[in-house]
């Protein structure tokens, strides 16, 4: 069953960070879409929210369960 997981965003300043974010978070298993932006990223599908955060350390900024 897919659900929404939102993320707090850190470290991203322009378009090409947002979509170098989103290509990382879909493809994480599990992740159907992510929608980005400068500074939160709505990730729709069953991923972890820790494997969600690691792709996006992974890609070299940081991120946070929003809330």
Known sequence: MS???VLTLQGLTCSHCVGHTRKA???VPGVTA???TLEQATITGDAAP???IGAVE???Y????AG
Not at 62 to 65: E, G, I, P, S, T
């Open 50 to 52: 820790q494997a969600l």
């Open 58 to 60: 992974q890609a070299g």
């Open 62 to 65: 940081h991120a946070q369960l």
């Open 25 to 27: 978070l879909e493809a």
């Open 34 to 36: 992510a929608d980005v």
């Open 3 to 5: 659900h929404t997981t």
